[in-house]
């Protein structure tokens, strides 16, 4: 009997942004703050070393990134160029971007959500819904996985499109997905097995766990 291809998935969100006035930024190209250094030394030592990088389009994941694998090269420890994959990006908030919580629930008519701004399903104008962030994230997961079998994969992401991995893997209702928390600098461990037994193709070790020290946000 063939032994079983497990390609582990280390998924860490971007370092917090500055301030932005809370305005919702979605796939705005805004920049994070990597002053913290103790907080990457504190992450690159939880990470493996022989691993596939990936980052999302955006520039706070790239930032963030650079800030852990300068960490990594403190130790000697060589860095291989992020794979840029646009895939992985936080949600599109579309029309929505560049304006406040309070905003976007007075063009929804009053109406709240119990953890984010708007039911799964709900696609701002020119958007997108959670629902489609999880098909978009789910196809960049299946892309990686085929081309990485057997590797790590260490993706530095988005609290949107590190939910929706989650998703995936515990084949979660997306209104459920949209309650756990992801912290910035937060570690998130899935591994995807592919071979003999039974059960899901997915096993999750660890959620939001606050390696580089930041609150939940």
């Not at 370092?15 to 703050?33: E, F, K, L, M, N």
């Not at 650079?66 to 895939?87: F, H, K, M, T």
């Not at 959500?113 to 299946?142: C, K, M, N, Y």
């Not at 996985?145 to 790590?152: F, L, N």
Request: net charge negative; charged share 20%; proline share 6%.
């Amino acid at each position: 009997m063939s032994e079983a291809v497990v390609t582990r998935w280390w998924w860490i969100r971007h370092a917090p942004v500055p301030d932005q006035g809370g305005r919702i930024y979605g796939q705005t190209d805004v920049s994070a703050d990597t002053s913290d250094t103790a907080a990457f030394q504190a992450i690159a030592t939880a990470l493996p070393r022989d691993a596939v990088w990936v980052t999302s389009h955006l520039r706070r994941t790239h930032q963030t990134a650079e800030a852990i694998a300068a960490a990594l090269n403190q130790s000697g420890v060589a860095v291989p160029e992020p794979l840029a994959e646009p895939d992985l990006a936080e949600q599109n908030f579309g029309a929505w971007q560049g304006l406040s919580h309070h905003e976007v629930v007075a063009l929804r008519g009053g109406a709240r959500h119990r953890f984010w701004l708007a039911p799964a399903d709900q696609a701002p104008p020119e958007g997108e819904s959670f629902t489609h962030l999880i098909a978009r994230v789910s196809a960049a997961i299946r892309r990686l996985v085929e081309a990485h079998a057997g590797r790590d994969i260490i993706a530095v992401a988005h609290g949107g499109s590190i939910r929706a991995a989650l998703a995936v893997a515990l084949d979660l209702n997306p209104e459920a997905a949209l309650a756990i928390e992801v912290g910035h600098l937060s570690l998130t461990r899935i591994d995807h097995i592919d071979g003999p037994g039974a059960g899901n193709a997915w096993r999750v070790g660890a959620v939001n766990l606050p390696l580089g020290n930041q609150p939940p946000s």
